[in-house]
């Protein structure tokens, strides 16, 4: 049997070895975390690092996609009151129309007519979240402007571009439909139509012609409304996948790089009892050395 007549320095080393055990442990519970840098575990920190990455884009196609669908409610919200005022203006038409309405009826109701089109400009001019929504891709400036010299009573100064948005790998959608082809789309001009519907009030003559004027209009509003209808729904069904998408990641992270905190609260426990009882070993050293050294 050997023994060691110097063992102090394998009790430094183990000293050394049960600290870094405790930092670990005690890392591990400020984080969470099992792997706080590569050298914790190489091949996990490689996993995480990539279930990161698409955390992060997947986060990131969650505020495109809910960004997105909020401007297409306010569009179709504001689509739906354009077809309300538009039904109205109808209305109005008919009523002027009856050969029993008087020059100055028509023109009390070529006076709401025009009410009913300063409207219109606002809901063509809807911003959203500082965006021009019908401009575009000219979203910076509002796209109708009143122009007494365009025949219509206003112009367009947005462009015929539309906005695109990724929402998911290989996954763009369409967000804009341009007031051009909104609101003042040849043979459709809103705008055009509601100024005939006041100008033939006005005369008194050819007012079934403007109201079916603004019943085309109408019509092309009604039915431009299902793009956004159906954008929405793609929106809400993505948004349910990329949530999905997110939870599995999440359970990935945990599962990959989450600490045991039963398992290192105990090894922590352990660890300091071993550094305790080596101290203890160290000092007895120590003194059994200057003892050894009186003699």
């Known amino acids: 049997m050997r023994v060691n007549p110097n063992p102090l320095p394998d009790l430094l080393s183990a000293i050394a070895q049960t600290q870094q055990q405790i930092n670990s442990d005690l890392e ?21 690092v990539r279930n990161s990455a698409k955390t992060s884009e997947t986060d990131q196609f969650l505020r495109s996609a809910s960004g997105l669908s909020g401007e297409m ?94 929402i998911g790998d290989h996954l763009t959608v369409q967000a804009n439909l341009p007031g051009s082809t909104l609101f003042s789309a040849a043979g459709t001009d809103v705008f055009q139509a509601l100024q005939d519907l006041v100008t033939n009030l006005q005369s008194g003559s050819n007012i079934d012609t403007a109201v079916n004027e603004v019943n085309t209009a109408y019509q092309h509003i009604n039915a431009q409304r299902v793009f956004y209808g159906n954008t929405v729904n793609q929106l809400n069904s993505q948004q349910t996948f990329l949530n999905s998408q997110a939870t599995q990641l999440a359970e990935q992270q945990n599962t990959v790089g989450g600490a045991d905190m039963s ?26 050395n200057l003892f050894d050294y009186i003699k």
Not at 110 to 127: P, T
Not at 267 to 288: F, G, H, I, P, Y
């Open 263 to 288: 398992k290192v609260i105990s090894d922590l426990v352990n660890a300091e009892t071993a550094r305790q009882a080596t101290l203890a070993a160290v000092s007895k050293t120590e003194q059994a």
């Open 28 to 48: 591990q519970i400020a984080s969470g975390q099992s792997v706080n840098r590569p050298s914790d575990d190489p091949a996990s920190a490689a996993m995480l």
């Open 73 to 166: 409610q306010n569009a179709d919200s504001a689509l739906s009151s354009v077809v309300t005022i538009l039904q109205r203006a109808m209305s109005l038409g008919v009523e002027g129309a009856n050969g029993t309405t008087n020059a100055s009826d028509r023109a009390a109701l070529a006076a709401e007519v025009q009410g009913i089109q300063s409207e219109m400009v606002n809901l063509a001019n809807l911003s959203y979240q500082g965006n021009f929504v019908f401009a575009g891709t000219a979203t910076q400036t509002a796209p109708y402007v009143p122009d007494a010299t365009n025949p219509a009573g206003v112009r367009y100064v947005g462009n015929g571009g539309v906005n695109s948005v990724t």
